[in-house]
Nanobody, 119 residues
Framework: QLQASGGGLAQPGGSLRLSCVAS????????MGWYRQAPGKQRELVAT???????NYADSVKGRFTISRDNAKNTVYLQMSSLKPEDTAVYYC???????????????WGQGTLVTVSS
């Protein structure tokens, strides 16, 4: 249902852009977001964006990361700049999706994409 892409290796101070496409039977998508899990740590919120564009960021990424979405493409993006080694993690996209006008919203996770920040 959610397919993330765009991870890879970046140098400290560099940039990467993650994308996540929702597919399948979709009537509407509410909140979309990105989470990350570093080795040995719990999964944590990175950023979320509501259906009309209201955003929320973890303090650790404010001013460096930008979340955006294209509702026509059912896609959420995470532009990551000024990357630090501590940003190294598997990044997961997340979304609340309703498949029909009467369906209950369900929460979905993407498969994760690895971001490594290292010189």
């Amino acid at each position: 249902q959610l397919q993330a892409s765009g991870g890879g290796l970046a140098q400290p101070g560099g940039s990467l852009r993650l994308s996540c496409v929702a597919s399948g039977s979709i009537f509407r998508i509410n909140i979309m977001g990105w989470y990350r899990q570093a080795p040995g740590k719990q999964r944590e919120l990175v950023a979320t964006i509501g259906s009309i564009g209201r955003t929320n960021y973890a303090d650790s990424v404010k001013g460096r990361f930008t979340i955006s979405r294209d509702n026509a493409k059912n896609t959420v993006y995470l532009q990551m700049s000024s990357l630090k080694p501590e940003d190294t993690a598997v990044y997961y996209c997340n979304a609340d999706i309703g498949t029909t006008i009467l369906a209950t919203m369900k929460n979905y996770w993407g498969q994760g994409t690895l971001v490594t920040v290292s010189s």
